[in-house]
């Protein structure tokens, strides 16, 4: 007989393969499945990958239409399971034939396990037939070597937690969903999502749009005083800021034409600035988001970089990196890298102390890099991660910074003056990340009693600022923080905000139809858009997976809040079809049409796909113009400075907002006009059929 191992995906599996038999393995297929056989243990080895989950659930196909009618009995309404890859359900059948032993070897998580747990359960194995697990957090040789030396037992509680999932947010997803876009007819492409952790997450965007919308800028004034000694500095009043201008005047007064300042106190030290924790899957996303790539981007190349062997399992809570770490080993590995030199200096050090972040589980380590690679085998954005991994690693264990921070207090006719400043007197873990960027604040070594220049002093009027949108990477901070979804789901939640078109910009900003949603549920379902149900809900997952909670109990109460929900929504459901297609009405419109001023100018589509700006007072009116066809688009206060027409900004993802005028003949359009010059060329190009060429007649023989 012989053992099948069971991994996540086909690149995966070979991998695996290729470890245990070291390099010795034949490859054939069976029904188009990748099987990977060798001798193993006295037996043979047989691996095969699966595709992720060949299981999935959905509600019986009565519910196949969205009837408003049916959401109560949905709510109640256990889904069932049906396989999604029927060819290797098969392949897994076959194969169970020919075994005694099963090795679950997917990703160490739950979804990971849940995943191993469906692929049992299709086989339809013997009973007699053993079921193990090995657990490891890298495709590496002595991972998964140890692995398998010490295998364990599958866990069936972190499987049920991951269904519970699964289950809870298919209802939640499906019964609110169907609900808002029956109760407001926006059914088809127009479809209104909803989702448990979606719909919170989204209410944390709109809800700081309205902060920044709402802010009222506070004037402000400071009195600085610019000072010399070796070089420029300056010192602010003690005071701070100063809320009335008529105090900051007073003490302008004082100090304006004072020449001196004479030092009361003055002190400098130098203290250590200590490395940055290890990678954990919130953090590191969130530094990717700063190198403007998108959360599920990122998380995407660290998965295709795990599965290559070069980076250790993403999705990790973990900020401690265990002591069984194979630290030397692994910056041995590092110096045939492209960040070689690098690795060597810190593998050079007499000791290795690694940083330690607050959280620690046992689960995976922090991510770390675990094989070399170069800039010719890592290309593009694949390479951007991999380094910003390799460097977090070398950071965190590099010498302490070391940072000179120096204070002073003046006199300045009798007006007390603050100065601070630092100075980087050891670069020490700066060196290896350079995505923190440090800038020193000159300020000089003086002593009790000194008199210093002054060279002018001056007063500064500002304003305070609003909030700062959410990044991506913010975003996910805050989601953690609030507990909306896990490090497994959160990137995925995110990216489906930007999918459903209700959020825009690398500074995530909601559309209209994102605010009408969370809008719309705030003033008639509160409990949807708040973190303290959804983050209840993680709660008892999280208690399934250790076997405190049976998973039964967990849905039956997902079940009574989404019933309880879902009757206060009908309660509403006349307002909510008010509110949403009143505000969903405008969301299009771009303001009167300059033409018959008449009508409103809207955004449509053609037949073709293509959307342009339309008069809704055709066809009395068939004023048109071009737009761009891609990024969200809304109408702009001022009109055109060039032509005074209606200008529209456009929004897209990883670039600056732009304003264009709407009409391409404005000499302001120059660019948009060659542009669609060259377009409406191609339309005609295409239009035209392409002559046919003429036949060759074939040459008649002589006469002879």
Request: hydrophobic share 35%.
């Amino acid at each position: 007989m012989a053992t099948l191992i069971i991994c996540e995906k086909n690149n995966a599996a070979q991998r695996v393969a290729s470890i245990l038999a070291k390099g010795k393995y034949s490859k054939t297929f069976m029904n188009r499945v990748p099987v990977f056989r060798f001798p193993w243990n006295n037996t043979e080895g047989i691996v095969v990958g699966l595709r992720g989950h060949i299981l999935n659930f959905d509600y019986p196909k009565e519910f196949k239409n969205w009837n408003i009618d049916d959401l109560e009995r949905l709510v109640a309404t256990p889904p069932v399971k049906y396989t999604t890859a029927t060819w290797i359900m098969n392949t897994l059948q076959d194969l169970a034939k020919q075994i005694d032993t099963v090795i679950v070897a997917t990703d160490f998580d739950r979804e990971g396990e849940l995943i191993g747990a469906e692929a049992i359960s299709v086989m339809n194995m013997k009973p007699d037939i053993k079921i193990l697990r090995a657990r490891f957090s890298a495709l590496t040789g002595p991972e998964i070597n140890g692995a398998f030396e010490n295998l364990i037992e599958l866990d069936h509680n972190l499987a049920k937690a991951a269904e519970a999932r699964q289950i809870v947010d298919l209802a939640w997803g499906a019964v609110l969903t169907r609900f808002m876009s029956t109760s407001t007819g926006k059914l088809g492409a127009d479809f209104l999502s909803v989702g448990r952790v979606q719909s919170p997450s989204l209410a944390i965007i709109v809800n700081r749009e309205k902060e920044i919308e709402n802010f009222d800028p506070q004037p402000f004034w400071e009195v600085l005083a610019d000072l010399e000694k070796e070089k420029h500095f300056f010192a602010k009043h003690a005071h701070g800021l100063f809320w009335e201008k008529e105090e900051a005047d007073k003490v302008f007064e004082v100090v304006k034409d004072a020449k001196v300042a004479k030092v009361i106190e003055s002190e400098s030290k130098a203290v250590p600035d200590r490395p940055p924790a290890p990678f954990n899957t919130t953090v590191f996303l969130a530094e990717a988001s700063k190198m403007g790539l998108s959360a599920s981007r990122a998380m995407a190349i660290a998965e295709r970089l795990y599965n290559d062997g070069l980076l250790s399992y993403p999705r990790t809570d973990n900020t401690v990196y265990p002591r069984t770490l194979p630290i030397r080993h692994i910056l041995e590995k590092l110096t045939k890298s492209d960040l070689g030199k690098e690795a060597g200096e810190i593998l050079a050090q007499e000791k290795l102390r690694p940083s330690r972040g607050k959280m620690q589980t046992t689960d995976h380590p922090p991510i770390h890099p675990v094989g070399a690679a170069t800039k010719a085998k890592l290309k593009g954005d694949d390479w951007r991660i991999y380094e910003l991994v390799v460097r977090r690693f070398l950071a965190t264990l590099a010498p302490d910074a070391i940072i000179e921070r120096g204070n002073a207090l003046f006199d300045i006719n009798g007006e007390q003056f603050q100065a601070a400043g630092h100075e980087t007197l050891e670069k020490g873990w700066q060196v290896y990340y350079p995505y923190f960027k440090f800038k020193d604040i000159f300020i000089p070594k003086m002593e009790k009693g000194e008199e210093i220049s002054i060279l002018k002093v001056r007063g500064r009027e500002g304003k305070t600022e609003p909030p700062r949108r959410y990044s991506q990477g913010t975003l996910i901070r805050e989601m953690e923080k609030l507990g909306l979804g896990t490090k497994s789901t959160r990137h995925e939640i995110v990216q489906k905000l930007y999918d459903r078109s209700y959020v825009q910009g690398s500074q995530m900003r909601p559309t209209i139809a994102g605010t009408v949603i969370v809008e719309t549920l705030e003033d008639n379902a509160e409990m949807i858009v708040k973190p303290d149900m959804t983050s209840q809900l993680e709660k008892d997952m999280t208690q399934i997976a250790e076997g405190k909670i049976d998973q039964k109990k967990v849905v039956t109460e997902s079940q009574e809040m989404l019933a309880s929900s879902l009757k206060v929504l009908f309660e509403h459901k006349e307002n909510i079809h008010k509110e949403v297609n009143e505000a969903l009405k405008n969301q299009n419109q771009m303001g009167q049409c300059p033409k018959c001023g008449k009508g409103n100018l809207l955004i449509r589509k053609s037949k073709r796909g293509k959307r342009f700006m339309a008069c809704d007072a055709y066809p009395d009116c068939e004023n048109t113009y071009p737009i761009p066809q891609y990024g969200a688009i809304t109408p702009h206060k001022e009109p055109c400075k060039v032509c005074e027409g209606p200008i529209v900004k456009v929004v897209m993802s990883r670039r600056k907002p732009q304003e264009i005028c709407l009409d391409i003949d404005c000499k302001a359009n120059k660019e948009r006009r060659e542009k669609y010059a060259k377009y409406k060329a191609s339309l005609t190009e295409s239009k035209t059929p392409a002559k046919k060429p003429a036949k060759k007649s074939a040459k008649k023989p002589a006469k002879k």
